[in-house]
T-cell receptor, first 114, second 114 residues
Framework: EAQVTQNPRYLITVTGKKLTVTCSQN?????MSWYRQDPGLGLRQIYY???????DKGDVPEGYKVSRKEKRNFPLILESPSPNQTSLYFC?????????????FGPGTRLTVL | GENVEQHPSTLSVQEGDSAVIKCTYS??????FPWYKQELGKRPQLIID?????GEKKDQRIAVTLNKTAKHFSLHITETQPEDSAVYFC?????????????FGSGTKLNVKP
């Protein structure tokens, strides 16, 4: 089954404790992206990747890191989480990142930073 | 960067009525405008999209119109049904050459009353 998976789905952590949220897709998509969703703000893009080893900042990259060492995986790293990073995070992928390609979203990761 | 504004934030209609959600954007270079539907607790899913060389696109009960001069685009849902109840997000991508960066509106919560 074609899908985008994220782990963990729920995470409660404390300020400053490094964490990684994994994202994986099995559709051989070139483009992958991370968003955060906050009430009243919609979805805001954090980072995106056009292909292996090619990443770029979205609208709200501060406090986040990403890597794209393999085509299928695009982990989101929070080196020193802070309470303002409490949010619902979505990973997404599309075939090539071109306008004709549908973005498929993962199930989301709800992160709480105390 | 791009700024996408979406109105209204909430919309309540009677089953069978039409619903219209409007978005404006600021970057005249934007040329791809997708709409996503997010049901409660679920991931966003693409429902329709439009490119800047097209003024209107229709898919069964859903249509999207684009006015490039005024920099706004709208989602129209006719003959609404209770299963249309969800949060709808518009988005815009500013690059005319590839569609890497996405900017989302803040969302519209649509409630269709039986």
């Amino acid at each position: 089954e074609a899908q985008v998976t994220q782990n963990p789905r729920y995470l409660i952590t404390v300020t400053g404790k490094k964490l990684t949220v994994t994202c994986s897709q099995n559709m051989n998509h070139e483009y992958m992206s991370w968003y955060r969703q906050d009430p009243g703000l919609g979805l805001r893009q954090i980072y995106y990747s056009m292909n292996v080893e090619v990443t770029d900042k979205g609208d709200v990259p501060e406090g986040y890191k990403v890597s794209r060492k393999e085509k299928r995986n695009f982990p989101l790293i929070l080196e020193s989480p802070s309470p303002n990073q409490t949010s619902l995070y979505f990973c997404a992928s599309s075939l090539s990142g071109q306008g004709s390609d549908t973005q498929y979203f993962g199930p989301g990761t709800r992160l709480t930073v105390l | 960067g791009e700024n996408v504004e979406q109105h209204p934030s909430t919309l309540s209609v009677q089953e069978g009525d039409s619903a219209v959600i409007k978005c404006t954007y600021s970057d005249s270079a934007s040329n791809y405008f997708p709409w996503y539907k997010q049901e409660l607790g679920k991931r966003p899913q693409l429902i329709i999209d439009i490119r800047s060389n097209v003024g209107e696109k229709k898919d069964q009960r859903i249509a999207v119109t684009l006015n490039k001069t005024a920099k706004h685009f709208s989602l129209h849902i006719t003959e609404t049904q209770p299963e249309d109840s969800a949060v709808y997000f518009c988005a815009a991508t500013p690059s005319p050459y590839n569609f890497n960066k996405f900017y989302f509106g803040s969302g519209t919560k649509l409630n269709v009353k039986p």
